[in-house]
Structure formats: C-alpha cells, structure tokens
C-alpha cells in the first residue's frame, strides 16, 4: 500500500525557516513524481511546489517561487522528498501535505485531483 507520511513542521516566527520531509513507504519513492500542498482553515487545498520521477525536475506555483525549494536526495535518503521553506509568512499558516502524482509527471498548474497516496498533513504556523 502506498504511504507518504509528512514530518517537520512547527512554530516559527515571520522570516523564519522550517525543512518539511514527506517519507514514503510501499513504493520506491525515485520512481515518482511527488508534489506538496498546503490547507489553510477555510480555504482550498493549494499546490505548491512538484519534483518529477525522471530527472527530478522542478516545478513551483508563483506563491513559493524563490522562497521554498523542493528536493529529493536519491543516494542518502531515496525515500524522501523535502521541501525547504525560507522568508515565512503569516500567511504561509497552514497543514501542508504531500501527495503521489498519478501519472509521475508534474503540471503547472498543480491539481490535487491528480494526486493520490496524501498524507496526514503537517502544521506549519507563522506567527511572532
């Protein structure tokens, strides 16, 4: 069965920084194109930011572009993908998640229709 399961987030002041890993369990995480998306209370869960299977290519929404950076590490830790969020805001308060892309390919704009596998979500709040 397919698994990802979200870890790294936190409290952290406006200007801060906070790295968040989606660990993935039950496939071979290289193999697949991972996206991270966030939810913020009475809003749509928003994609972020994608990392393609092929040649890890990467892909950012206009919101995070310049500030949050996606990676894997295929060698040390092949089944995990970060995201590193540097500049945080207010409001960048949210539960961010990752999620498998169904056909291992990363689109602009990021769809959570075309994402399966989500995890539970992690709580990144920004706030002094």
């Known amino acids: 069965q397919l698994q990802v399961v979200e870890s790294g987030g936190g409290l952290v002041e406006p200007g801060g920084s906070l790295r968040l890993s989606c660990t993935a369990s039950?496939?071979?995480?290289?193999?697949?194109?991972i996206g991270w998306f966030r939810q913020a209370p009475g809003k749509n869960r928003e994609g972020l930011a994608c990392?393609?299977?092929?040649?890890?290519?990467?892909?950012?929404e206009d919101s995070v572009k310049g500030r949050f950076t996606i990676s894997r590490d295929n060698t040390n830790a092949p089944n995990t993908v970060y995201l590193q969020m540097n500049l945080l805001r207010p409001d960048d308060t949210a539960v961010y998640y990752c999620?498998?892309?169904?056909?291992?390919?990363?689109?602009?704009?990021?769809?959570?229709?075309?994402?399966?596998?989500w995890g539970q979500g992690t709580q990144v709040t920004v706030s002094s």
């Open positions: 990392i393609s299977s092929h040649d890890s290519s990467t892909y950012y």
């Open positions: 039950g496939f071979t995480l290289p193999y697949a194109a």
């Open positions: 999620a498998v892309e169904r056909l291992a390919l990363c689109v602009l704009p990021l769809m959570p229709a075309d994402f399966g596998s």
